[in-house]
């Protein structure tokens, strides 16, 4: 089956410095992606889509200059945490759709974020 | 909006008691339904996955349905055993976002 690889799967870091997550999909391509955050003991909720050589679209509430997102190829997507701060410190989850089977979704294995 | 909302939101059993695990959304304009476990710390693992178009889906002790002009879906799992023991997550694609439900936290003791 499809596989979404998402890295780190843990970082700490300390507040104010910048951390970046990756998600690629290894073997197929994915013109869409998606982050998705959650807290503990609560469901995913969409941050932002993210389209393969233009901006990402944000969901409400989401600041698009802390949370960063490039998605340069057909197989790769970023989400930057810039400046990040205690309140930050989640589970971050990408996902991919495939491009030849658009109404399937391929989860990576999540990041967990620990802002000291 | 889209809302999807499970219920319960937190159940525990005996093993090898059958349960049921309901979701329900608000918009029946999906195309499809997918049904998600996650044990704690971890990542989604799918378990089935119904297109607007199907009634019900089955894979092994598993089995959901889908009434999409009720908005609801059910989960229904067979003989639970301590290792179905997560969070049960239901999910809807709409025309564009897959928007998931609140969960239900399964605990199933020896």
């Known amino acids: 089956g499809a596989v979404v690889s998402q890295h780190p799967s843990w970082v700490i870091c300390k507040s104010g410095t910048s951390v970046k997550i990756e998600c690629r999909s290894l073997?197929?391509?994915?013109?869409?992606m998606f982050w998705y955050r959650q807290f503990p003991k609560q469901s995913l909720m969409l941050m932002a889509t993210?389209?393969?050589?233009?901006?990402?679209?944000?969901e409400q509430g989401v600041e698009k200059d802390k949370f960063l997102i490039n998605h340069a190829s057909l197989t790769l997507s970023t989400l930057t945490v810039t400046s990040a701060h205690p309140e930050d410190s989640s589970f971050y989850i990408c996902s991919a759709r495939d491009l030849l089977a658009k109404n399937i979704q391929y989860f990576g294995a999540g990041t967990r974020l620990s802002v000291l | 909006k889209q809302e999807v909302t499970q219920i319960p939101a937190a159940l525990s059993v005996p093993e090898g008691e059958n349960l049921v695990l309901n979701c329900s959304f608000t918009d029946s304009a999906i195309y499809n339904l997918q049904w998600f476990r996650q044990d704690p710390g971890k990542g989604l693992t799918s378990l089935l996955l119904i297109q607007s178009s199907q009634r019900e889906q089955t894979s092994g002790r598993l089995n959901a349905s889908l009434d999409k002009s009720s908005g609801r879906s059910t989960l229904y799992i067979a003989a639970s055993q301590p290792g179905d023991s997560a969070t049960y997550l239901c999910a809807v694609l709409g025309t564009d976002k897959l928007i998931f439900g609140t969960g239900t936290r399964l605990q199933v003791f020896p």
């Open positions: 993210s389209n393969e050589g233009s901006k990402a679209t944000y």
């Open positions: 073997d197929f391509q994915a013109t869409t």
